[in-house]
């Protein structure tokens, strides 16, 4: 069983400064892109996402941007594939299926922003798809969002998704722990 890394939508508009700023998005930024070091140097596959903004009243991931650029922790190599996507599903309307099924990847560990969003939508994807699935949830960041006239912190929100998806769809895990169980050395 082959295993891949896929980095959802760690782009410059859900960092400080960017139009769509995440609870945590450094933090889990720097996160992923450890465990993306790690997954190169197991010379292990490895997959980008990237949203462009493909609705006429969109704020972020605007085309010909420096926010829709993926950010630096996680800047892809020559080589890596990246699907560009316009849905929170990263599979709907792009190849990554058919590029996993090439690859012959089976576990699927997703890193990404947001947590409640595309990470949310990717995972049940692929599992939807017949993937294993693992999602690291300290390289995952999301925000506050209002429902019934509650606010509910980032916090709430990124723990009440991961915990939906831990039910059925993935494994949940911090990404020491998935090094611990990869058997990488983390230094």
């Not at 933090?27 to 596959?45: C, D, H, T, V, W």
Request: proline fraction near 5%.
């Amino acid at each position: 069983m082959k295993t891949a890394l896929l980095l959802v939508d760690i782009q410059n508009d859900y960092f400080p400064g960017g139009r769509m700023e995440l609870v945590g998005s450094p933090e889990a930024g720097r996160r992923a892109g450890e465990l993306l070091s790690l997954f190169r140097r197991e010379n292990l596959p490895v997959f980008h996402i990237q949203h462009v903004a493909g609705r006429k009243d969109a704020t972020f991931f605007l085309p010909d941007t420096t926010g829709v650029e993926i950010h630096e922790t996680v800047r892809p190599l020559p080589g890596e594939a990246v699907f560009r996507k316009h849905f929170p599903n990263s599979f709907r309307d792009t190849e990554l299926l058919p590029l996993l099924r090439d690859a012959d990847v089976h576990l699927l560990v997703v890193c990404g922003m947001m947590t409640h969003m595309c990470v949310d939508a990717t995972v049940r994807a692929a599992f939807d798809h017949g993937l294993e699935c693992v999602t690291v949830r300290d390289a995952c960041a999301t925000k506050g969002l209002a429902f019934g006239g509650e606010e509910i912190p980032a916090g709430m929100v990124h723990g009440a998704f991961l915990a939906a998806l831990g039910a059925t769809y993935s494994r949940i895990v911090s990404a020491s722990e998935l090094a611990a169980q990869m058997g990488w050395p983390t230094a």
